[in-house]
């Protein structure tokens, strides 16, 4: 015990409660303003100052952007907006407008919807965030015919703004910065992606011209170009789905000003088609920022899309139009959507989903009446989409009944390894099979599983890395056999996706590097030998949270340090002292955490993984990267990411 106390730290008083002031925490936690230090989160810092350019765009105050890449992997984004302002902030007398921006959280013009009436930015973080963690940042302001300019470094204003020189023929601002390699290590900007991100927003917004430069080469990615689109999305479909049979000659697409519909500032914007040639996508945007994970106003258009063609099918007197789901409708059906709305809600900093209720209806309320009469008007297109996509609903419902036998047949069939604990259910339907790590995680996995549709399989150590092995390798390998003969399937070309016994095929490894390194090493091995089970959506991620927080009888999980330093800020749910303890892994966690954080599908957190057909060199590409033969970039990007899974994009 004396020991314990003089091992103490000397004091503990008011003393050792540090506060973080201007942008020190975003240097100190910069996942917590944009998702993490990853390549996403690189590229994210552009999108922020891209997003403020767009704003300025969207809100008619300017009509070109220019964004340039340099061979330093800095980037300049200029438009000939408003300028930011300059002359002295009235809270803050002794400072511009610009620095008061630049170098405090929560300062911007987007609050109130005075100076911007539907904007992507809302938070006024987005600038101050890039230049707090740039190692130099240069703004330029062109007003009144004068230019000014301020430098900065990691957020610190090098010198105040000053007057430049004239500016007789220019207008706007101009943001220059160069990401901190102490925040990012290596800069890894992609033109290629850049690219896409400027392209994306010429399409999103028909009155911008973009101008796109870059310094550097990267593939077939042109060095300048330059975008304009007054055909919107329609355009922007036609260039995605550019050589793919499709149902409709032209996609249903279309605009609506919410100003006359809903008495409020916005719009909606969209185009959807569908093809026999390739899966179905959804694009959604709201006010010009992607939120890859949709959210409201993609839910408002499936709804509008799904009860328009079950209404035209029963017009039509086809019965079967009322099985169609709205699985079968995005199976196929190729989509962008986008919205503009006053005071977007969206999850998270990095805008990831929107999740603003309102959208829902409006969105839907605009797209309805219009697709009603856009098939009422193309009867031959609306009449193929409306067998195709009864065709669908008819393949779903024969593969259910098909499923329903095969895993009673297969059970008998199969010789099962000794370690899979089965489940007892005798149709495939609703039924899982966790992959596990180790025998001890498996320990409260099994006190945790639903007896009847969940299984369990334990994994002894790290398979084997497949992409460098010789297939014949593959089959000598125990871990493997093991897991084959639970899923009921072969390898590569002998793979049959009915034969899977499972329905879900849950990874469910400890939210450390380890974990994270043997989830990319089965992601891997499925994406390379059991592809459709991805493309079909049968795989998984499970999310164990890494902190638990008590509060007297409550409790709240925490995936990662961000939502834990979210819950804390936010008192957690009310009065009393918060209690964290961090789980060193799964077996650490006993069976109601880990049934109610991870494997209870009515509270669990999952992430299905998906690849992007979109990106196939990309997704190619990082595979090769993770799995290749040079451990130090597998290691330096598993350490980098415990995020890695949204590279996939799942
Ligand atoms: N290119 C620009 N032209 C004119 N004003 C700008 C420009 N960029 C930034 N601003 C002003 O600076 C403010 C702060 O920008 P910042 O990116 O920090 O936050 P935001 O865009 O308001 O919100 P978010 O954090 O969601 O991006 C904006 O609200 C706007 O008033």
Redesign the pocket.
Known sequence: MNDLLSSAPETYDAASIEVLEGLEPVRKRPGMYIGGTDERALHHLVA??L???M??AVAG??NRIEVEFHADHSVT?R?N?????IDPHPKFPEKSALEV??CTLH?????SGK??QT????????????NALSDHMRVEVARNRELHAQEFSRGIPQGPVARVGPAPNRR??S?TFHPDPEIFGTLKLRPARLLRMAKSKAYLFSGVEIRWKSEVADGDTPLEATFHFPGGLADYLGEQLSGAVTYADRPFAGRVEFQEKFGQPGAVEWAINWTPARDGFVQSYCNTVPTPEGGTHEAGFWSAVLRGIRAYGELAGNKKAAQITREDMAAGGCALVSCFIREPEFVG?T?DRLATQEAARMVEGAVRDHFDNWLAADTKAAGAILDFLVLRAEERLKRRAEKETSRKSATKKLRLPGKLVDCTATNRIGTELFIVEGDSAGGSAKMARDRKTQALLPLRGKILNVIGAASSKLGQNAEINDLCQALGVGLGSKFRLDDLRYDRIIIMTDADVDGAHIAALLMTFFFTQMRPMIDAGHLYLACPPLFRLTQGPKRAYALDEAEKARLIAEGFGGKGKIDVSRFKGLGEMDAKDLKETTMDPASRRLIRVSVDDDLPGETGDLVERLMGKKPELRFQYISENARFVEELDV
């Open positions: 922020e100052v997003d403020n350019s704003d300025e105050h300017a984004i438009d907006g408003r300028g930011i302002p921006i630049l300062a911007g013009g987007k609050f100076a911007y904007s992507g930015g809302l938070h006024g973080v987005g600038a101050s965030v890039v706007g601002t943001v900093q805008k």
